[in-house]
């Protein structure tokens, strides 16, 4: 029996960095031949317990068949540290995972091994890809170390992804500026940015590319994201925004 093979095996130019599109908040990065994860909820964990939120679109990958080198999770709510993708994934020996503080204890309840905690302003070096704990302001006060993250590999390309985040000045103060690639919840809902939030953000980014995500897996947590490309157009916002299919192939 072959093993399946995924759209990330692809080799990437040194001087580019690709992603894809896992469904809510989640991605898979690779460039200079270091593989991420970030937020990745390949289950349908929260829909068993909640069937209003089951999941609109099945799992686009099975989460025990992946493999990256470092695991990002920006906090502690299912469809992004979800413990059914952790406890299915079979490379946690081997992969670093990075978290905020109290998401990282529950990483550690779930048997992760190899955990740095990266909060606001932290920013750790992995083989010459860093990592910073950028400004989110939490929806929650059970998940208040909320954290987003800036990427940067090797090559200099960088890729920013907010995590859940409630809109206020700081954080568009304490967003990284002109960088390559923003990615943004939109779908307004639990606290997360609304569409207009959600432009006022890229505008204050101005990054190269924009792509939104958090719209498409729940039904109750949805959001049409070619609204946000309309807006983002209306508004005279410079940055590209490209809306991407589950696994479509993103290079830059």
Same mark, same amino acid.
């Given at each position: 029996m072959t093993s399946p093979t995924f759209p990330w095996e692809q080799p990437v130019p040194d001087t580019s960095a690709a992603l894809w599109f896992l469904g809510q908040a989640g991605y898979y990065l690779k460039g200079n031949n270091q593989t991420i994860l970030i937020d990745p909820y390949l289950t349908d964990s929260v829909g068993k317990t909640a069937p209003?939120?089951?999941?609109? #679109?099945?799992?686009?990958? !099975?989460?025990?068949?992946? +493999?990256?080198? *470092?695991? *990002?999770?920006?906090?502690?709510?299912?469809? %992004?540290?979800?413990?059914?993708?952790?406890?299915? #994934?079979?490379? +946690?020996?081997?992969?670093?995972?990075?978290?905020?503080? %109290?998401?990282? +204890? +529950?990483?550690?309840?779930?048997?992760?091994?190899?955990?740095?905690?990266?909060? %606001?302003?932290?920013?750790?070096? *992995?083989?010459?890809?860093?990592?910073?704990?950028?400004?989110?302001?939490?929806?929650?006060?059970?998940? *208040? !170390?909320?954290?987003?993250?800036?990427?940067t590999f090797p090559n200099g390309k960088t890729a920013y992804h907010t995590a859940d985040t409630a809109y206020c000045q700081l954080l568009l103060d304490a967003a990284p500026k002109g960088i390559d690639v923003l990615l943004t919840c939109i779908n307004g809902k639990f606290g997360n940015l609304n569409i207009a939030e959600a432009v006022a953000l890229t505008k204050a980014v101005n990054p190269k590319f924009a792509i939104p995500n %958090? #719209?498409?897996?729940?039904?109750?947590?949805?959001?049409?994201?070619?609204? #946000?490309?309309f807006f983002c157009q209306s508004s005279n916002v410079e940055s590209e925004i490209k809306v991407l299919e589950v696994m479509e192939t993103f290079i830059w």
């Open positions: 209003l939120f089951a999941r609109a #679109y099945p799992t686009p990958v !099975d989460p025990a068949q992946v +493999k990256a080198d *470092i695991f *990002i999770v920006t906090h502690d709510h299912a469809d %992004h540290l979800d413990p059914e993708t952790i406890a299915a #994934y079979s490379h +946690k020996d081997t992969t670093l995972f990075i978290a905020p503080r %109290h998401a990282a +204890k +529950k990483l550690i309840a779930l048997g992760v091994p190899n955990i740095v905690v990266v909060d %606001h302003g932290d920013t750790t070096d *992995i083989n010459g890809t860093k990592i910073t704990g950028v400004f989110a302001l939490a929806t929650d006060p059970g998940t *208040i !170390d909320t954290c987003g993250y800036l990427i %958090h #719209y498409d897996v729940m039904a109750l947590n949805s959001e049409n994201p070619e609204s #946000y490309r």
